[in-house]
């Protein structure tokens, strides 16, 4: 096995709930087609909008119910149905039985702080227990059901979830999702394009003490303030999962391929100069994916973190809960034609690229592209010799 990466994410719930309706046992066969396409690495979706899809003592499983609210499917509380209820069948179990049986490795697939939407309020445990770390805007605005990772308690949370899967399943690796939020990226900067999270009191209190200066008066964009408050959350967050897990735990990191660090706090030079992630795996988030070559955006990310993290070519297939659907097109379902997508991926490795991750290999049977998918994953073996 080379260097190169071929890997997807893997939402189940939308394999077997939207598309068709699937059995548990339906996985077994469709993960091996998934190895057989030559995928080597699946992120398994296990964080819904605060719940999660396998067994944890720290946080509401999928159809959990709370004293005060009724789950509604038509709400979105609940993605799978009744018969694959988690409380009856541990998905992430399963699929990584299945995934051993063919050399198939999987990793969790992890939102942390995606909370209380999908169209309801049905949010984490955590969040839900203390409001008292939920983010704060610039404009004063509390950003409910997203606890800040400003708090340490926020962070020691998250890193304890992440501990439950490593003892709990023997996970290998997770794949972190900083790019899903309670709102858009775009409705969570100012008119200048700057984040306007992180006016948590710990970090306000932190930064008067340092520098002296009033976030106020130096206003949302200031430089200084974003570097802090991006060292402060997200930044810290990772030091501290590397500190608890050290080199043992592959770590991937979901972020978009451009204004990480002004409009999203994602500071993902310092996460690859310390040796915080092993793995970036950059987004579209301004034009959709068949319409601009995507390339360019990799080499920019390689050229600044060389060899200290690997870098993913992004292949977005899923147009139904994918990129896609954030641009109003008119038949999102359509995924890039096979020879662009190809061309793409080509031009990307050619530039440093280190593979290629999928979005979402549980659409393949839906919108064809079990064969183009083999053919890229052919072509990032080419270079892997």
Known sequence: MGDKIVAAQFDWPSFVYWSTKRRPEDLRPYVKRIKDTGIEKVYWRVSFAGPVGYYSELEHCIRDQRADRTILPEAGDLVTPEWSDVMQYDFLKAGMAFAAECGLEVHPWITPLYEGIHGSQFGGRFAGE?????CKLANGETLEWHPSLAYPEVR???????EELVNRYGVKGVHLDFVRMTRSLADLRDKSHASIMGYDAPLVEAFKQESGKDPAEVGNADERWIRFRADHTYTQYLRDLRARFGRDLEVSVLTIEANNLGGCLFDWQTWAKEGLVDVICPVPGAVPFHAYPFCDAVHMFKK???D?????????IDGDTGPYALYGMADPMIPPRPAVALWTVETALQRGADGVMFWEADCFDAVDYWAPAAAIARKVREYDR
């Open 304 to 306: 600044h973190v060389g």
């Open 308 to 316: 200290r993290a690997k870098v993913l070519e992004f292949v977005g």
């Open 156 to 162: 020691q949370h998250q890193v304890a979830m992440v």
């Open 130 to 134: 203390h409001p008292e770390f939920w």
